[in-house]
């Protein structure tokens, strides 16, 4: 069974500054990817997501995720954080062999972005 | 259009007690998931209902839990004989078919079971 790890609960980071949130899965063979952001009050939004292809994938609000088999990860990246990203962050993913829509997520990194 | 909308919002019940909550999809999408999100870990896929087919349940944690999806649109998720473990919030989405087709997320409905 696929299972996805988020190693960091909560990340705090000055606005403007870089931002990366670490996401591993496990699963036997080319996962489906996925960021989420939930933000304060607010339904579940997808970033972006990894199917096949190119290994390194852009999504909304200046956000990009690189696939690495290899390490088996799909860390989340921008370049420089607002203060509009202080939000909860899912990695999740989901089997080729199922509906696409049916993920495991990991437990979430909540980010705190500071003046 | 209107979104993924969700009721109640909230839902505060006594722990033995039935409830059963309720999504409306957007319009048109053939596809719903129900997700539940526990304090502090991430969200736990429950059932998914894709057109005419018969759903995926394999998610539901006990017999407790069960799900319908009227004429292909509304879903409604009950729980029996509610337990403190069930305090969660509950969320559904919808989607097109394909994998083209993002998950679109609902506010969720908050429920406590004292």
């Known amino acids: 069974a696929q299972s996805v790890t988020q190693p960091d609960i909560h990340i705090t980071v000055s606005e403007g500054a870089s931002l990366e949130l670490r996401c591993n899965y496990s699963y036997g063979a080319t996962p489906y990817l996925f960021w989420y952001v939930q933000s304060p009050g607010q339904g579940l939004q997808l970033l972006l997501k990894?199917?096949?292809?190119?290994?390194l994938v852009q999504g909304i609000k200046g956000f990009e995720a690189e696939f690495k088999r290899s390490q088996s990860s799909f860390n989340l990246r921008k370049p420089s954080v607002h203060w509009s990203d202080a939000a909860e962050y899912f990695c999740?993913?989901?089997?080729?062999?199922?509906?696409?829509?049916?993920?495991?997520f990991g437990a979430g990194t909540q980010v705190v972005v500071t003046p | 259009g209107a979104g993924v909308s969700q009721s109640p919002s909230n839902k505060v019940t006594e722990k033995g007690k039935d409830v059963e909550l309720r999504c409306d999809p957007i319009s048109g999408h053939t596809a719903l998931y129900w997700y539940r999100q526990s304090l502090g870990q991430g969200l736990e896929f429950l059932i998914y209902f894709q057109g005419n087919s018969a759903p995926d349940k394999s998610g539901l944690p006990s017999d407790r839990f069960s799900a319908e999806r009227t004429g292909g649109s509304v879903s409604t998720l009950t729980i029996q004989r509610t337990q403190q473990e069930d305090s969660a919030v509950y969320l559904c989405a919808s989607s097109y078919t394909g994998s083209n087709s993002p998950l679109h997320f609902g506010n969720g409905t908050r429920l406590t079971v004292t």
């Open positions: 999740a993913v989901g089997a080729e062999t199922d509906s696409w829509g049916k993920l495991q």
């Open positions: 990894y199917f096949s292809g190119d290994t």
